[in-house]
């Protein structure tokens, strides 16, 4: 079936440092991915998304390609803030595109020091 | 903009016993999924509602089930309640109807523990 893999924590920064959160999937037809952020005793934020193959979904200084032909959606940022200390989840969608559920990685939690 | 609510916060229960959750969808959406998110996990689906009625379902047993109303509005009952459901309970809505329906948005849970 389906499925997602992202890089395991926890990853600690400074701030201002380059974030990337590596993210790979498995699925059978063409999924939608995304990019959810849990702060600390919180739900989960969307935090950005892509639908197609080549796609870059950004937010709030994060960004995502779509890269097919690895398979994968890569989470990076520029310059991290203390701020931005969550846990981060990559997820599919496994309807093709639909409102089918969304299938998620285990997380990876990011801790930025002053 | 209402955003998606859930109510309890938290909850503890005892083994054996049962329990009600309750969501509230976002502001003109018609779908709710439940997922299961355990310490340390990403979150697990549950099952999904539309028109009042079960749209899919994840690997859980049959002591999971829910309801959905005709405002959208959701429950997740969990018979029978055993250690291991204890969890934080996320509720997700989306618009069935938007180009942009497999975006899900969640509401913050509720922390179930069972003793």
Known sequence: ?114 | ETGVTQSPTHLIKTRGQQVTLRCSSQSGHNTVSWYQQALGQGPQFIFQYYREEENGRGNFPPRFSGLQFPNYSSELNVNALELDDSALYLCASTDARNRDADTQYFGPGTRLTVL
């Open chain 1, 1 to 114: 079936g389906d499925s997602v893999t992202q890089m395991e924590g926890p990853v600690t920064l400074s701030e201002e440092a380059f974030l990337t959160i590596n993210c790979t999937y498995t699925a059978t037809g063409y999924p939608s991915l995304f990019w959810y952020v849990q702060y600390p005793g919180e739900g989960l934020q969307l935090l950005l998304k892509a639908t197609k193959a080549d796609d870059k979904g950004s937010n709030k200084g994060f960004e995502a390609t779509y890269r097919k032909e690895t398979t994968s959606f890569h989470l990076e940022k520029g310059s991290v803030q203390v701020s931005d200390s969550a846990v981060y989840f990559c997820a599919l969608s496994d309807a093709g595109g639909s409102q089918g559920n969304l299938i998620f990685g285990k997380g990876t939690k990011l801790s930025v020091k002053p």
